[in-house]
Nanobody, 115 residues
């Protein structure tokens, strides 16, 4: 089992920045990759960014150049640095951990960007 706890969400004005954190615990050795997803009201959950154990990263097109995903192995924590935030970035952001047999999810953290 893997437990994920997100933090760092909040209310920010357009153009501002936030850093989300995801602390992982439990069977961390089983994680192959981690990622951030988001879900806005009335919309499907979408991938924001992903990072593998080898450090390879992937970003959704609309996040490229604005968001940065990273991991701190010593702290078992993943981060999402979000800059130049837009109102359309408003959503619940979820942490995801992928293993060979399943995916684990955090409880989500709300990000609200005001115009």
């Amino acid at each position: 089992q893997v437990q994920l706890v997100e933090s760092g969400g909040g209310l920010v004005q357009a153009g501002g920045s936030l850093r989300l954190s995801c602390a992982a615990s439990g069977s961390i050795f089983s994680i192959n990759a981690m990622g951030w997803y988001r879900q806005a009201p009335g919309k499907q959950r979408e991938l924001v960014a992903r990072i593998t154990n080898s450090g390879n990263t992937y970003y959704a097109d609309s996040m490229k150049g604005r968001f940065t995903i990273s991991r701190d192995g010593a702290k078992n924590t993943m981060y999402l640095q979000m800059n130049s935030l837009k109102p359309e970035d408003t959503a619940v952001y979820y942490c995801n951990a992928q293993t060979a047999w399943t995916n684990y999810w955090g409880q989500g953290t709300q990000v609200t960007v005001s115009s």
